[in-house]
T-cell receptor, first 114, second 115 residues
């Protein structure tokens, strides 16, 4: 089954404790992206990757890191989480960036930073 | 720069009534337009998309949307709401055919369906 998976689905942590949210897709997509969803703000892009070893900042990159060492995986790293990073996070992938290409979304990771 | 506006953060309809969710876009060049749906505790999934082939686009679950260039709109409709349609709906716009383009989302409309 074609899908995007994320782990964990739920995470409660404390300020400053490094964490990683994993994302994996099995559709051989070149483009992957991370979004955060906050009430009233819709989805905002954090980082994206056009291909292996090619990443770039989205609209709200501060406090986040990513890497793309393999085509299928695109982990999101919070080196020192803060309460304002409490949010619902989605990973997405598509064949290519932009244009007419549909994005496929993971189930989301709900993060709470105390 | 492109943008998309969804009028109404919450819409409530009775089961069997018409569903109308509004989306207006801003773009200086012909856009690609999408509607995504998010069911509770799930990720977003594509309902339908406009890619300039036809102005009336039919999607899954009986939804359709009409691209109106003169009104810069891409409203989502369904003739008869079902309880299972309760979800959050996002309109999104992508401008440009190449990889330089990006997808921009609206702030979402939560649809409530009542008996």
């Amino acid at each position: 089954e074609a899908q995007v998976t994320q782990n964990p689905r739920y995470l409660i942590t404390v300020t400053g404790k490094k964490l990683t949210v994993t994302c994996s897709q099995n559709m051989n997509h070149e483009y992957m992206s991370w979004y955060r969803q906050d009430p009233g703000l819709g989805l905002r892009q954090i980082y994206y990757s056009m291909n292996v070893e090619v990443t770039d900042k989205g609209d709200v990159p501060e406090g986040y890191k990513v890497s793309r060492k393999e085509k299928r995986n695109f982990p999101l790293i919070l080196e020192s989480p803060s309460p304002n990073q409490t949010s619902l996070y989605f990973c997405a992938s598509s064949l290519m960036r932009g244009g007419r290409h549909e994005q496929f979304f993971g189930p989301g990771t709900r993060l709470t930073v105390l | 720069a492109q943008s998309v506006t969804q009028l109404g953060s919450h819409v409530s309809v009775s089961e069997g009534a018409l569903v109308l969710l509004r989306c207006n876009y801003s773009s200086s060049v012909p856009p690609y337009l999408f509607w995504y749906v998010q069911y509770p505790n799930q990720g977003l999934q594509l309902l339908l998309k406009y890619t300039s082939a036809a102005t009336l686009v039919k999607g899954i679950n009986g939804f359709e949307a009409e691209f109106k260039k003169s009104e810069t709109s891409f409203h989502l409709t369904k003739p008869s709401a079902h309880m299972s349609d309760a979800a959050e709906y996002f309109c999104a716009v992508s401008v440009g055919p190449g990889t330089a383009s990006k997808l921009t989302f609206g702030t979402g409309t939560r649809l409530q369906v009542t008996l």
